[in-house]
């Protein structure tokens, strides 16, 4: 159990993880195109694709940031506003995660790192979820509403789904279409709407966790419902 007299998420500046997350953004730009859910085509991420070697990555990407962290006054002031901004809300945030999925938060300390890539992921292991370093405070805090819930999806709900029989590529459809759950009970934290994946399996199966969670308030019953469709679609 957190303790709730001290912040828990911190927003940071750290390059190595800002790095890591541009990796995680292009294998996530590579399996979602053989997922077939669509995205817009990257130019940048399509020319990273092309090169042979983790190294020759990496040093494109240095290259590419290298830009953000000359202006390391700037990243630091944005990172400060950013935690004057969340600390209002995040006792708050904590217990409604809390309470929807019913049990603790089981992290003491995560940091959100500000990141330059166009996508955002996250490590439980390291406690680290990336958010944008290019937009506003309160969009910042919307990736993090979303990072959070999946945080919480791994601790307490991802073995269940591998019990059950799901695969990893299913567990991943199901695990980002219960962000639908932001828009019913986090209204009052984001800035904007979570609109989910452009993917059928996704619309079906945020429509499904919506109907449920409007019926019972029930995170497992919502999650035996989206396991039954995936299982057979």
Same mark, same amino acid.
């Given at each position: 159990?957190?303790?709730?007299? /001290?912040?828990?998420?911190?927003?940071?500046?750290?390059?190595?993880?800002?790095?890591?997350?541009?990796?995680?953004?292009?294998?996530?730009?590579?399996?979602?195109?053989?997922?077939?859910?669509?995205?817009?085509?990257?130019?940048?991420?399509?020319?990273?694709l092309l090169l042979k070697s983790d190294d020759e990555i990496r040093i494109q990407i240095e290259k590419t940031i290298e830009q953000y962290y000359k202006q390391d006054k700037?990243?630091?002031?944005?990172?400060?506003?950013?935690?004057?901004?969340?600390?209002?809300?995040?006792?708050?945030?904590?217990?409604?995660?809390?309470?929807?999925?019913?049990?603790?938060?089981?992290?003491?300390?995560?940091?959100?790192?500000?990141?330059?890539?166009?996508?955002?992921?996250?490590?439980?292991?390291?406690?680290?979820?990336?958010? /944008?370093?290019r937009g506003n405070k309160f969009l910042c805090i919307d990736v993090a509403t979303h990072e959070l819930m999946h945080f919480m999806f791994h601790k307490y709900y991802e073995?269940?789904?591998?019990?059950?029989?799901?695969?990893?590529?299913?567990?991943?459809?199901?695990?980002?279409? @219960?962000?639908?759950?932001?828009?019913?009970?986090?209204?009052?934290?984001?800035?904007?709407?979570?609109?989910?994946?452009?993917?059928?399996?996704?619309?079906?199966?945020?429509?499904?966790?919506?109907? /449920?969670?409007?019926?019972?308030?029930? @995170?497992?019953?919502?999650?035996?419902?989206?396991?039954?469709?995936?299982?057979?679609?």
């Amino acid at each position: 159990m957190v303790n709730k007299d /001290s912040q828990v998420v911190t927003f940071v500046i750290d390059k190595e993880i800002d790095i890591k997350n541009h990796f995680i953004a292009l294998n996530a730009y590579k399996q979602a195109k053989g997922r077939g859910i669509i995205y817009n085509k990257e130019d940048i991420s399509e020319a990273l694709l092309l090169l042979k070697s983790d190294d020759e990555i990496r040093i494109q990407i240095e290259k590419t940031i290298e830009q953000y962290y000359k202006q390391d006054k700037k990243l630091q002031s944005l990172a400060d506003d950013i935690n004057k901004e969340w600390i209002k809300i995040e006792k708050d945030v904590i217990q409604k995660l809390e309470g929807i999925h019913k049990f603790p938060f089981p992290y003491k300390s995560v940091k959100g790192v500000l990141s330059s890539a166009n996508s955002y992921g996250y490590n439980t292991q390291e406690c680290w979820f990336a958010t /944008s370093m290019r937009g506003n405070k309160f969009l910042c805090i919307d990736v993090a509403t979303h990072e959070l819930m999946h945080f919480m999806f791994h601790k307490y709900y991802e073995k269940i789904c591998y019990d059950k029989g799901l695969n990893k590529d299913q567990i991943w459809h199901v695990k980002e279409s @219960f962000s639908v759950l932001l828009n019913i009970e986090f209204k009052e934290f984001r800035f904007q709407s979570d609109n989910g994946k452009n993917s059928p399996t996704h619309i079906k199966l945020r429509e499904i966790i919506k109907n /449920s969670w409007e019926k019972c308030n029930d @995170f497992s019953k919502c999650l035996d419902e989206a396991i039954a469709y995936i299982k057979n679609n």
